[in-house]
């Protein structure tokens, strides 16, 4: 166990649909960044938070969005479903902005049907 | 952190081998590195790190070597185990800034 807990880890929706995934990091880290990964691809960069506020952002679609709650957790939430949003995606915690102590929750795999 | 979406590389080893998987970095600047193991449908796992301080270090039947100088990390797997079967990537930092190699397939042959 990583530490950096996400839910669901499986989900199945129609194309259209709109889900929220959710992501708590580990005890003490104040960033959260979210990553899509398709079937035998690298990580895809979607967003980043830090103690509730944005902090950069990356190839996340107009329709994808994500908020950091007052608690550090933080939820992704995609709209308007197609079937090419079916991946895993993934969230990864870290005590600051650099990559010491980085580490990934288990992941979400969405697929959209 | 970035990393560019591409489909892997594999290297493919014999149960018992020793395995070498190869990165290139692009940031001179960058001062602390890390190597990720991701197997299938799970969330990449800490495997090891080097600080640029450092250019070897080993851990339980892996090493890292860094060299700055050509801007090139690896990762040397001893006695390579069905187990070990996954995909590989390393991460670079500094300055706040990371990236995440797009990673190589090690598939071990029994």
């Known amino acids: 166990d990583s530490g950096v807990t996400q839910t669901p880890k499986h989900l199945i929706t129609a194309t259209g649909q709109r889900v929220t995934l959710r992501c708590s990091p580990r005890?003490?880290?104040?960033?959260v960044y979210w990553y899509q990964q398709s079937l035998d691809q690298g990580l895809q960069f979607l967003i980043q938070?830090?103690?509730?506020?944005?902090?950069a952002k990356g190839n996340i679609l107009e329709r994808f969005s994500a908020q950091q709650f007052p608690d550090l957790h933080s939820e992704l939430n995609l709209s308007s479903l197609e079937l090419g949003d079916s991946a895993l995606y993934f969230c990864a915690s870290s005590v600051g902005r650099g990559l010491d102590g980085y580490t990934f929750g288990s992941g979400t795999r969405l697929t959209v049907v | 952190g970035e990393s560019v979406g591409l489909h892997l590389p594999t290297l493919s080893v014999q149960e018992g081998d020793n395995s070498i998987i190869n990165c290139a970095y692009s940031n001179s600047a960058s001062d602390y590195f890390i190597w990720y193991k991701q197997e299938s449908g799970k969330g990449p796992q800490f495997i090891i790190d080097i600080r640029s301080n450092m250019d070897k270090r080993q851990g339980q039947r892996v090493t890292v070597l860094l060299n700055k100088t050509v801007k090139h990390l690896s990762l040397q797997i001893a006695a390579t185990q069905p187990g070990d079967s996954a995909v590989y990537f390393c991460a670079e930092s500094g300055f706040n800034k990371f990236y995440f190699g797009s990673g190589t397939k090690l598939n071990v042959k029994p």
């Open positions: 005890s003490g880290d104040l960033s």
């Open positions: 938070y830090y103690n509730g506020e944005e902090r």
